[in-house]
């Protein structure tokens, strides 16, 4: 069985006596990816910066490699050569220009390597036309990328990534993503990130840890956190959720988790009036009635004025 790059053990982690994380543990595979999911103040970031060894903390240990990733307190230089964080703080030398910000991080290498590895970071964060611009004078989407590049410039084996494109626009957002899966799944770099983004972390994740309140509540396979959530807390990271009440018991379930039935076939069936119908490209959305209530469900045909549905719940 293949042993996991990285195992985090019962962490417990405080500032002014206030826990922020507690007793958590995970482990992740090497090539894997690993999204923490939580709300703003969970303890995701907190997290992120122990597991690279850049926070203290009070009990608990983080094994990398089956080596203890050495405590904050415990080394004058915090940090490990084989863990890189991106953080939203960027860290960038802000009077050096792109091209040396990526090159301060290959100093230790022939100048061949340099050369290749500084033109394939250039590609990947796609900032080749920037690489002679100062730091202190790029976007933040700029900065945001030119951190993501000086971070695996030399090929690091665990990827640590704190929300890594709140301020990257979407036509980049989207080229990025796909250079950036390709480049990770090619150098089979492990990678967590943190978001509290449901959609991106069903984008991104093999696996999804949810966090609340500093404690890991569950770790599964993406999809099963949209299919099968635990919880309605949980459930509402990941989209729409609407709520019914047939037969006494409230049904909860997906706009796109739904059938038309006929009347006597199905038990948890209710009759519906459509309000409205809305084209989306190839599927509809509608807005359902009941009960002096609306709901809305997705459907790739226009629905009648009426409709009895069956919810399929979760």
């Known amino acids: 069985m293949e042993?996991?790059?990285?195992?985090?053990?019962?962490?417990n982690l405080a500032y002014d006596d206030k826990r922020i994380i507690r007793n958590c543990s995970l482990e992740i595979k090497e090539g894997e990816n690993l999204v923490i999911l939580g709300a703003s103040g969970a303890g995701k970031s907190?997290?992120?910066?122990?597991?690279?060894?850049?926070?203290?903390?009070?009990?608990?240990?983080?094994?990398?490699?089956?080596?203890?990733?050495v405590d904050a307190f415990d080394k004058l230089i915090p940090g490990h050569d084989k863990i890189k964080l991106i953080n939203?703080?960027?860290?960038?030398?802000?009077?050096?220009?792109?091209?040396?910000?990526?090159?301060?991080?290959?100093?230790?290498?022939?100048?061949?390597?340099?050369?290749q590895r500084l033109a394939k970071m250039l590609r990947l964060t796609g900032l080749t036309s920037f690489k002679e611009q100062r730091a202190k004078d790029l976007s933040g989407g700029q900065k945001q990328r030119l951190s993501m590049a000086r971070a695996l410039a030399d090929e690091p084996e665990l990827i640590l990534l704190d929300e890594p494109f709140n301020q990257v626009d979407f036509k980049t957002k989207t080229?990025?993503?796909?250079?950036?899966?390709?480049y990770l799944k090619n150098s089979k770099t492990t990678m967590i990130m943190v978001t509290h983004n449901g959609q991106e972390a069903l984008e991104w994740g093999d696996k999804i840890a949810f966090i609340k309140?500093?404690?890991?509540?569950?770790?599964?396979?993406?999809?099963?956190?949209?299919a099968k959530p635990?919880?309605?807390?949980?459930?509402?990271?990941?989209?729409?959720?609407?709520?019914?009440?047939?037969?006494?018991?409230?049904?909860?379930?997906?706009?796109?988790?739904?059938?038309a039935v006929k009347t006597k076939k199905y038990s948890l069936k209710v009759k519906v009036e459509v309000h409205s119908s809305q084209a989306l490209g190839w599927f509809y959305s509608h807005l359902l009635k009941i009960d002096g209530n609306k709901i809305e469900v997705y459907g790739e045909k226009k629905l009648p004025v009426s409709i009895y549905i069956r919810p399929l719940s979760f």
């Open 230 to 259: 635990s919880s309605l807390e949980e459930a509402l990271f990941f989209g729409t959720v609407n709520k019914m009440t047939i037969e006494n018991k409230p049904v909860y379930f997906r706009p796109g988790d739904w059938k």
């Open 46 to 69: 907190t997290l992120l910066k122990a597991i690279a060894g850049l926070s203290p903390h009070q009990s608990g240990e983080i094994y990398f490699q089956g080596e203890q990733v």
């Open 3 to 11: 042993e996991p790059i990285l195992q985090v053990v019962d962490l």
């Open 175 to 182: 080229r990025l993503t796909k250079h950036l899966r390709s």
């Open 88 to 115: 939203q703080d960027f860290g960038l030398d802000e009077y050096h220009t792109v091209e040396e910000n990526i090159r301060l991080r290959l100093l230790q290498y022939t100048k061949e390597y340099q050369r």
């Open 213 to 226: 309140n500093g404690k890991i509540k569950r770790i599964d396979a993406a999809e099963n956190f949209y």
